[in-house]
């Protein structure tokens, strides 16, 4: 199965429901996290660049011996790529 990312800050949800948020109606939302989005809405307003600096601490935790420029980098290339920081 194809890893899924939450589509605001890249998180990997992996297949467990409890990642997933709700849409407005309750139903789940697979393409954000719950930490992002809840009941048809982001949790909170952000530029993608305030995204990337608070996600740089998890991302270091999550790759020992990452440093934080190397994870800005790395981030800065994918997030664009994701929903909620693609221009329309």
Not at 72 to 86: A, G, I, N
């Amino acid at each position: 199965m194809e890893q899924r990312y939450c589509q605001s800050c890249g998180m990997p949800m992996g297949d467990a429901d409890e990642m997933y948020s709700t849409n407005q109606d309750g139903t789940k939302n697979e393409d954000y996290c719950i930490y992002c989005y809840a009941d048809g809405k982001f949790t909170s307003e952000m530029t993608m660049d305030e995204m990337i600096e608070g996600c740089i601490q998890y991302y270091i935790q999550d790759k020992p011996g990452a440093t934080e420029e190397e994870a800005r980098k790395m981030m800065k290339e994918f997030f664009p790529k994701l929903k909620r920081w693609q221009v329309a």
